[in-house]
């Protein structure tokens, strides 16, 4: 059941990753708020970070078995 949920965490994380990453290479525009633009280097940042939690999901789901 572990396995199962580690696996299905790699995926979310994965996704997120390339979410964000189309954002970045897309120069896609983001306004919280109607006033406040997110930089596009904040998804920068959050695609290196859901992509290392997802690879970390992923090697914890391999170790399990």
């Known amino acids: ?3 199962t949920a580690l696996k299905t965490a790699g995926v979310f994380f994965a996704f997120l990753a390339v979410v964000q990453a189309v ?3 897309k120069h ?3 306004v919280a708020g109607g006033t406040t633009q997110i ?3 904040v998804s920068a940042i959050a695609a290196v970070i859901t992509l290392l939690l997802a690879v970390w ?3 914890a789901a391999r170790a399990k078995n």
Request: net charge positive; proline share 7%; aromatic share 26%.
């Open 1 to 3: 059941m572990k396995n």
């Open 28 to 30: 896609v525009t983001i």
């Open 23 to 25: 954002r970045f290479f």
């Open 57 to 59: 999901m992923f090697s």
């Open 39 to 41: 930089p596009l280097w």
